[in-house]
């Protein structure tokens, strides 16, 4: 029997392609929709990145790479009134430090120390100045590195990542101590400057500039003799060493100046003062320029420019001497006889005295309703005193009647006219020079809280009492004299590079018109001020004038006045002896002179601390300095000290 074969139903799986498709295409739509999205957020990220934001991000990836180096200016050049160079710059080679890149300083500190003869002094200097720097900014660490110190560096300074040896411009003084109280100095910027450079709106002017004027010309004139800094655009590797320059603006110099300063006689009387405590100013009459501007003793001003340890600026300050007191326009002494010719001009102009009114000289002045006694140098008095011989003979007495009939109103109106009692106006800075004392009534009530006295008068008729003025107030005076009431304001500056440049000159034509005070003196006869200057010519040359022995053989005819001013107040009846006493206490030597009488160069002033007679001791010193000055020579032999108690002004 056959079997059937049985067949089974085929299974059949119908693909749908069509549905497949709008799948593959739906997916393909999606994703290429995404792709598009993020092509377009790319695009825009760009576009953020490349046109949006290309200042910032570019900034941002040069400053990775580059750098601006700012260039200091070469600051200018001090010269005096001939041209020799007073102030210039060396080039030096200077050890910088980034502190803020380095990781351990005190490690590097003893390395170098090896190597540059690193000291202690030099780290102390760089831990107080480094909080004056930018961060990330370099720093001195030593300066006027050897050739040796450098060649020992340059072998060893891959140890040194964020050490580096750059030549800078060094200031220097060739004559050290002699010029210190008129230049002054420049040393490193601290917190007190960068105040004052935020204030003035001129931190840019220093982005490359450690040092700045401190004192004297330096820092008066800093604006002429800084200059203008430029910059260096450069590419630097990791470590911050420069590859290569990409741009370039170079600095602008700060002017050359010339001073007034005859470096000559500024020497010789630095000479003449050495081992003094003393002051001498040397001036032009005829148009307020400083000849000669002396305080001994002095200090090398080249200490503070690389920075001055405290220790030895401890020692200076700690001196006896005080070298880093200007005594010439700091100095307060009693100017005691050399006002008499002032205090002369004012009692004849207010109708006080007359040319030809005497007076009897016992040797003493009572001051009336009173038994106080003032007496006059000369015990026995000078017998009759008109105002000539008042001045050539120095005679107290005379001024004693003079100040109580004017009274202490008109004494201040008058000495105020001649400049004492405030500052010259100089070109130094104004904390630099003080104004002294003129005493007023006011004046007393103020410091004391006490009213005046009609005691309180008389000293001051001879430059006594509450009365200080300083050398440099006396010099300024003494010209206001020599040119019958007109003011010169002294001063140091000359003229400017510049200035022969657009002259077209060897050297610009200076008119001396424009230091001309507008408060020059009136209504003074030019016959009184004939008058006052005759008894000063007497005091030199005069039958018994106070000086006359010292340029009794001069070669040349001048006029001055002497006067020695008390340190210390003597009893009624006390004597003055000087072998008796310290030198600390002894009288001060005062002059002031001019030369030629009739066509006068050089007038000065001079105090000699506890010198000693005036006509005696600082006659002498303006012997020797006009003898320089006028003839080329100092024939005269300097006195020592006199301590003699029976000459003039011993015991005005």
């Not at 206490?585 to 010198?611: M, Q, S």
Request: proline share 5%; aromatic share 10%.
């Amino acid at each position: 029997m056959i079997t059937p074969i049985s067949s089974k139903k085929k299974k059949t799986n119908i693909r749908d392609h069509s549905a497949e498709t709008n799948l593959f295409l739906r997916r393909a739509l999606f994703s290429f929709i995404v792709i598009i999205i993020l092509i377009i957020v790319l695009i825009v990220n760009l576009a953020g990145l490349q046109i949006l934001n290309y200042s910032y991000y570019t900034t941002k990836s040069n400053d990775n790479r580059i750098e601006i180096i700012p260039i200091p200016p070469n600051r200018g050049m001090i010269y005096d009134r001939n041209g020799t160079p007073l102030a210039i710059n060396n080039i030096t080679y200077q050890l910088n430090i980034i502190p803020d890149k380095t990781k351990n300083l005190n490690e590097q500190f003893e390395e170098l120390k090896k190597i540059v003869d690193l000291t202690d002094e030099d780290i102390e200097i760089f831990q107080k100045e480094r909080r004056n720097y930018r961060a990330h900014r370099p720093v001195p660490l030593k300066d006027n590195l050897t050739e040796k110190q450098i060649a020992r560096f340059v072998v060893d300074q891959h140890r040194f990542p964020f050490v580096s040896i750059v030549g800078i411009q060094h200031r220097y003084y060739p004559y050290g101590s002699s010029l210190t109280h008129i230049l002054g100095y420049i040393s490193k910027i601290n917190s007190q400057d960068k105040q004052r450079l935020e204030d003035a709106n001129k931190t840019s002017d220093y982005v490359a500039t450690f040092n700045i004027g401190k004192m004297g010309i330096e820092k008066y004139y800093e604006d002429l003799l800084h200059g203008t800094p430029g910059y260096e655009k450069v590419e630097v590797n990791s470590r911050g060493r420069i590859v290569r320059q990409l741009n370039k603006k170079s600095p602008q110099s700060g002017e050359d100046i010339y001073l007034s300063i005859n470096l000559k006689l500024q020497l010789y009387i630095e000479q003449l003062l050495a081992g003094r405590k003393a002051a001498v100013v040397a001036i032009d009459p005829n148009n307020g320029e400083i000849l000669a501007l002396v305080s001994s003793p002095s200090y090398d001003s080249n200490s503070f420019v690389g920075g001055i340890s405290s220790t030895k600026y401890n020692e200076l300050l700690k001196d006896p001497s005080k070298p880093l007191f200007n005594r010439a326009l700091l100095g307060t002494y009693p100017p005691a006889s050399t006002v008499k010719p002032f205090i002369s001009i004012a009692a004849l102009s207010e109708g006080l005295v007359t040319p030809k009114s005497v007076v009897n000289d016992p040797g003493w002045w009572q001051l009336p309703g009173t038994e106080r006694r003032y007496r006059d140098w000369l015990k026995w008095g000078h017998g009759r005193v008109d105002v000539l011989k008042a001045i050539e003979e120095s005679v107290d007495t005379y001024f004693y009647q003079v100040a109580y009939d004017m009274g202490i109103d008109r004494l201040n109106l008058w000495m105020s006219k001649f400049g004492y009692g405030q500052r010259t106006g100089i070109d130094i800075s104004s904390n630099e020079e003080t104004g002294a004392v003129m005493p007023s009534r006011e004046w007393k009530i103020k410091r004391y809280k006490k009213s005046w006295l009609q005691g309180d008068t008389i000293p001051v008729g001879i430059g006594q009492g509450y009365w200080t003025a300083t050398p440099i107030q006396m010099a300024k005076a003494l010209t206001t004299l020599i040119n019958n009431g007109k003011t010169y304001t002294p001063h140091f500056l000359l003229y400017k590079r510049s200035d022969i440049l657009n002259s077209n000159e060897h050297q610009p034509t200076i008119n001396p018109e424009k230091y001309i005070e507008t408060n020059s003196l009136f209504n003074v006869k030019s016959n009184y001020w004939d008058l006052v200057k005759e008894g000063m010519h007497r005091v030199m040359f005069g039958a018994r004038g106070t000086a006359r022995k010292i340029y009794a053989d001069a070669k040349y005819q001048a006029a001055g006045k002497s006067g020695t001013a008390q340190v210390y107040g003597l009893k009624q009846d006390e004597i003055y002896n000087a072998h008796k006493i310290p030198e600390r206490l002894r009288d001060h030597a005062l002059f002031i002179a001019y030369a030629p009488y009739d066509k006068p160069k050089i007038a000065l002033a001079i105090v000699l601390e506890n010198g000693g007679g005036g006509s005696s001791n600082g006659g002498a010193v303006a012997r020797k300095i006009l003898d320089f000055y006028l003839l080329g020579n100092d024939s005269t032999e300097l006195n020592e000290p006199s301590t003699n108690t029976g000459t003039e002004d011993n015991n005005e």
